[in-house]
């Protein structure tokens, strides 16, 4: 999760899932994680876990989307810098989510379990 955050820095979404994703579901498939997660459930989990890092691409500078957009809506005197240090709580909070999700998986894996049972 670490370096997907890291490459969220420098690349779009998409250009991360297809760098990422073919080699690190590989690995996930056969990691075991004891009593954490179920076998059965660690790739949805990781799934899930890459979706919440992802989101965190739209608000990361310097290619963050979202901070393009609200620049667009912003007031003329609102510089992009302002609107660099502004998103920081937000990345803080996506952050404190995606730990949420992988401390308790439990969180993510409920709605799953509910389609799958």
């Known amino acids: 999760m670490g370096i997907v955050f890291l490459l969220d820095f ?3 979404w998409i250009e ?3 760098i990422v994703l073919p080699i690190f579901a590989q690995i996930i498939s056969l990691l075991y994680f004891g009593d954490h997660v179920a076998r059965q459930d660690a790739v949805y989990w990781f799934a899930i876990l890459m979706a919440v890092n992802l989101q965190t691409s739209f ?3 310097p290619f963050g989307f979202a901070l393009f957009y ?3 809506l912003a007031p003329p005197e609102v ?3 302002d609107i660099y240090s502004g998103i920081v709580p937000f990345v803080a909070l996506q952050l404190v989510g995606l730990a949420a999700v992988m401390i308790w998986p ?6 799953p379990a509910q389609v799958l049972d």
Do not use: H, S, V, Y
């Open 16 to 18: 991360i899932k297809l």
């Open 10 to 12: 420098f690349f779009d």
């Open 59 to 61: 608000l990361t500078p």
């Open 106 to 111: 439990e969180i993510a894996m409920w709605l």
């Open 70 to 72: 609200m620049k667009g």
């Open 79 to 81: 510089r992009l810098q």
